[in-house]
Nanobody, 116 residues
Framework: VQLLEAGGGLVQPGGSLRVSCAASGFTFSSYYMSWVRQAPGKGLEWVSG????????YYADSVKGRFTVSRDNAKNTLFLQMNSLEPGDTALYYCARRNEGALDRWGRGTLVTVSS
C-alpha cells in the first residue's frame, strides 16, 4: 500500500492550489479516503473525506466553502482543491485511507505554505 502526495508549494493569501494523492497497492475505489493536515507546532486536524464513489464529501468547518475534495477512481488518485487560502492553512497535508473506522494508511505529506 502506498499513498504519495504531490502539489504542495508556496502560495499567496487568497490564492489557490490543488494537491493530489496517488494510491497504489490496494483497490482504491473500495475505500473512503481522507485529507488530514498538521500545522507547524500543532496537532493533526482532519480536513475532508470522500465516499467510495465520490458522491458524498465531508469537510471541517475551517475549510468548508473553500476546499473541494474529489477522486478519480480510474486513475487511483485523490485530489484536494484549495481556494481562498489563508495563512492558517499552512500545514503538511496528508492523504489517508479509512479502513474499519480508522485511518490505517498514510502518505508522507505535501507541504502547503500560505504567505505573502
Amino acid at each position: 500500500v502506498q499513498l504519495l502526495e504531490a502539489g504542495g508549494g508556496l502560495v499567496q493569501p487568497g490564492g489557490s492550489l490543488r494537491v493530489s494523492c496517488a494510491a497504489s497497492g490496494f483497490t482504491f475505489s473500495s475505500y473512503y479516503m481522507s485529507w488530514v493536515r498538521q500545522a507547524p507546532g500543532k496537532g493533526l486536524e482532519w480536513v475532508s473525506g470522500i465516499s467510495l464513489d465520490g458522491a458524498n464529501t465531508y469537510y471541517a468547518d475551517s475549510v468548508k466553502g473553500r476546499f473541494t475534495v474529489s477522486r478519480d477512481n480510474a486513475k487511483n488518485t485523490l485530489f484536494l482543491q484549495m481556494n481562498s487560502l489563508e495563512p492558517g492553512d499552512t500545514a503538511l497535508y496528508y492523504c489517508a485511507r479509512r479502513n474499519e473506522g480508522a485511518l490505517d494508511r498514510w502518505g508522507r505529506g505535501t507541504l502547503v505554505t500560505v504567505s505573502s
